[in-house]
């Protein structure tokens, strides 16, 4: 009962750390613009980059990468079981992606599950940023490079003998990285990455 209800607390806090819209934020601080009403809609580091310029996109990155690491690392330290980081890490990439605090509108959640990442394997999280940037210059569709980094996270992180509980949290964060991908499926990009207008 006492690990169920770390999980329990270990995902809310996740939630609330994810819904925390550092691109509404700060788009809306440097800019004067809500972010998600210009450019691709979403509420992440990529929009305010075009919205705000490249110094207001790297913070947001920062701090999305921060609070995925943050929610699975409280989870790591509040004990639980062996789903608890696994949950805090499906929730804090939730929360990007959907967050309660903006009307459930949000950005795509590869920072935030970046940080997850960095939270559960460092080496790991090098190892998905090089196969996300190899995927956005080969694919050259963003969302569909997303959505196959997702995939391949846990394949990837396999073949270098990752244990099943940290294999597990991966897939979690890859199959809400792919699912939110889906959505800009059949955008038509201008531009590699930043599809600047």
């Known amino acids: 009962m006492v690990n169920v209800l770390k999980t329990l607390v270990a995902g809310a806090v996740a939630y609330g750390l994810g819904s925390i819209p550092f691109a509404v934020l ?19 580091a990529t929009n305010t980059m075009r919205v705000a310029g490249w110094g207001a996109g790297i913070l947001v990155v920062v701090l999305d ?7 699975v690392w409280l989870a790591q330290r509040l004990g639980g079981s062996e789903l608890t980081p696994a949950v805090a890490a499906g929730l804090v990439v939730i929360g990007h992606c959907w967050p309660l605090y ?25 190892l998905a940023v090089g196969l996300a940037v190899v995927l956005q210059l080969v694919v050259r569709h963003s969302a569909r490079a997303n959505f196959f980094t997702g995939l391949l996270l846990v394949p990837m992180w396999a073949l270098f003998g990752v244990p099943c509980p940290l294999l597990m949290t991966t897939g979690v964060i890859g199959a809400i990285i792919s699912y939110r991908a889906l959505s800009d499926w059949h955008r038509v990009y201008k531009e590699l990455w930043l599809d600047r207008e």
């Open 26 to 44: 700060v788009t809306w601080w440097k800019a004067g613009i809500d972010v998600r009403s210009v450019g691709s809609g979403h509420a992440g």
């Open 65 to 71: 990468l921060a609070k995925g690491y943050f929610a």
């Open 102 to 126: 903006v009307g459930f509108r949000g950005g795509m959640g590869m920072a935030s599950g970046a940080g997850a990442l960095l939270a559960i394997w460092p080496p790991g999280f090098v």
